[in-house]
């Protein structure tokens, strides 16, 4: 699995900000990344994961 980006959502039902953290793992080989998440939310790339 390999990290992709983070991002932050507001966890409901208790309204706390909490931060994603997305990975990946493409079976296929093919180095792709999932973007729902990417273009639904504000995101950024963390370092030293």
């Known amino acids: ?3 992709k980006y983070s991002y932050k959502e507001m966890w409901q039902p208790k309204n706390y900000e909490v931060t994603f953290r997305m ?3 493409n079976f296929d080989g093919v180095d792709r990344t999932y973007t729902e ?8 790339i963390e370092q030293n994961l």
């Open 1 to 3: 699995m390999l990290y």
């Open 23 to 25: 990975y990946q793992l």
């Open 37 to 44: 998440y990417w273009d639904k939310y504000p995101h950024f």
